[in-house]
């Protein structure tokens, strides 16, 4: 019988931890099928944060190591520079990678490490149960921000790949959304654009994910995907803002 | 092979190579800084690898990433800096992943002073992150020793899957004296199947982890964690040891401090003194079998450090409350002289001699 559709190999096969209605099922299905489609996952060595996401390294199906909070870059650097072959990637949230982790995800940027890092933002932390994030929006209530994030005291949201767009050393910063179908198909696109900047040695690379969180967020799925759409979209605009032609 | 003069920093960094150390992460702190001054230097000409991080928070997690990868790495910092590692360390033992870790140890609490001190015994031999672990801590006393306990270091890392701690202080990483490298230079580190290195389509994942969410699951690591050490404590003890069965007075010390008492204990000994010291080269393990050596009718036990008192715990641990046990230690990078160790030799021992 001919094979119309079939899961992908670069992720295991056992079930995730991932709440209902939560986009990092999306985000990992299409790593893998990167990874697949690029013939680099029998090569790949991947990054685990600390996080929702603390325990990807039970999904996706090629060598891990799982890092304390924030460090996933720095230890991708050390992977990449003893296996400067091999493809070495991070999967990293919000409050790993732009709080405990701004100076790891700059610096790895900086000395053009040639990684890539898939930055999932929801705009909260999930795992330890709904507190305020960098990423958090001014006004959005939180665990620790009950009466909504104040721009006067816990500052305005943080920007990061606007941030890492201004370092030479990041060649490839996009941000996308895996809120529809087209914008999924768009994501898949700019994820294997930032590999390929990796496969090709060019420098360091990211992907930032606008993705949901309808259990801390207090939404359902669908109303959780409408959220972003009308709030994180306008503040954390989605496009490319750097690929190797412009660093020329 | 004959003998080169060498700063004992620089000499940290070319055992490292001889060892077959290809990779270091680091970040300059006084007074440590020739170590990746020199790496950075020697690394690329054979091929290895040099990273100045942007901290030591970063360089350790470096290490970790490339330990995990089957690297054979090195790190080096001081106190505050090694402060700074430890949650980087407590990775590195729960997740089981070889590396030299040196601590060249100068004056605190906090910033301090960058003078010469033995305050980090206490975090190197109890676990300065979190968790139940140990290091196996290597405490040299001159520049010849360093590189010996280096090289022996990156094997016993190995060995055991354990980060290793090599203990010094500013004087010996800031001294010059003639070293030898006595083993061959293409040594070459063990096979690492654990090690990720992408699994070829021909294994199952490798996984490099310290969580387990699971109690059941985390208490059989930690006991499995447990009996390495236990194997540690019988079979990597190395000790010095000089007169202990006769001796009236028994000093406590090591490092640099062993040879400062090495002095006292010649003068000492022209006045007619009876005194042997036991100088530990491994912290953890500890010698405390060694005390049981001691003369009985010994009159005490002076430890003599660079602190306000750290390693003089393992000695009363050690003697079991049979000898008494006396401390003499200067602070804040201050280095006791021979002459003031003496003086309290005498003051204990009265007119005994």
């Known amino acids: 019988m001919a094979v119309i559709f079939q899961k992908t190999r670069g992720l295991t096969d056992v079930p995730t931890h991932y709440c209902p209605g939560c986009t990092h099922g999306i985000i990992h299905r299409l790593v893998a099928e990167c990874l697949e489609e690029l013939g680099v996952l029998d090569d790949a060595i991947g990054v685990a944060p600390v996080g929702c996401s603390v325990m990807a390294y039970k999904y996706f199906n090629c060598d891990m190591h799982e890092a304390a909070h924030g460090r996933a870059p720095a230890v991708a650097t050390g992977i990449k520079r003893v296996r400067p072959d091999n493809f070495v990637f991070t999967y990293q949230g919000d409050g790993d990678l732009a709080s405990i982790g701004t100076a790891e995800i700059v610096h790895a940027a900086h000395r053009g490490e040639k990684i890539s890092t898939i930055f999932v933002n929801n705009a909260i932390y999930g795992m330890t149960g709904g507190q305020m994030a960098p990423t958090t929006l001014v006004g959005q209530k939180t665990t620790t921000s009950p009466y909504g994030r104040d721009k006067e005291t816990q500052g305005s949201p943080i920007r990061m790949s606007e941030l890492l767009a201004t370092i030479e050393g990041a060649v490839f910063v996009e941000r996308v959304a895996v809120d529809t179908p087209a914008n999924i198909r768009k994501a898949k696109k700019a994820i294997k654009e930032c590999f390929q900047v990796q496969i090709d040695k060019k420098g360091f690379g990211i992907v930032e994910v606008l993705s949901t969180c309808p259990t801390n967020w207090g939404l359902t799925p669908p109303e959780a995907l409408k959220w972003l759409q009308k709030n994180l979209m306008p503040y954390y605009p989605l496009g490319n803002f750097r690929r190797p032609e412009e660093v020329k | ?353």
């Open chain 2, 1 to 353: 092979m004959s003998k080169v003069l060498m700063k004992g920093n620089e000499a940290v960094g070319a055992a490292a190579i001889a060892a077959g150390c290809r990779y270091f992460f680091g970040y300059p702190i006084t007074p440590q800084s020739e170590v990746p001054e020199y790496l950075s230097r020697e690394l690329p000409k054979v091929g290895g690898v040099f990273v100045q991080a942007e901290s030591e928070v970063a360089a350790i997690n470096m290490v970790y990433g490339a330990a995990g990868a089957g690297g054979r790495v090195l790190t080096s910092s001081s106190s505050p800096g090694i402060a700074l590692k430890q949650e980087g360390i407590s990775y590195l033992a729960g997740a089981e992943l070889p590396c030299v870790i040196v601590d060249m140890m100068r004056g605190g609490p906090g910033l301090g002073s960058i003078q010469p001190s033995q305050t980090d015994y206490f975090l190197a031999t109890r676990g300065g992150g979190n968790g139940d672990y140990r290091l196996l801590v290597l405490a040299p006393s001159d520049v010849q020793e360093l590189v010996d306990l280096i090289m022996l270091g990156f094997d016993l890392a190995d060995e055991y899957r354990s980060p290793v701690m090599v203990l010094g202080d500013g004087m010996i990483g800031q001294m010059m004296e003639p070293v030898e490298f006595k083993e061959d230079l293409k040594r070459e580190a063990p096979e690492k199947p654990w090690a990720t290195t992408g699994t070829k389509g021909q294994r199952k994942p490798n996984i490099i982890n310290s969580l387990y969410l699971e109690a059941e699951l985390l208490e059989e690591h930690n006991i499995h964690l447990q009996e390495k050490y236990a194997k540690m404590r019988e079979k990597e003890v190395r000790v010095e040891t000089y007169n202990i069965e006769n001796a009236d007075l028994v000093f406590a010390a090591y490092g640099t401090t062993a040879r400062i008492v090495k002095t006292a204990i010649s003068k000492l000994e022209e006045e007619g003194y009876k005194v042997g010291l036991i100088r530990p080269i491994t912290l953890f393990p500890y010698p405390y079998d060694t005390f049981k050596n001691i003369n009985p009718n010994c009159k005490g036990v002076l430890t003599v450090e660079m602190n306000a008192g750290q390693m003089i715990d393992d000695v009363k641990i050690a003697v079991e409350g049979k000898i008494p046990t006396y401390f003499y230690g200067r602070t804040g990078g201050m280095v006791p002289g021979p002459a003031e160790i003496a003086d309290k030799a005498r003051e204990i021992l009265g007119g005994v001699r």
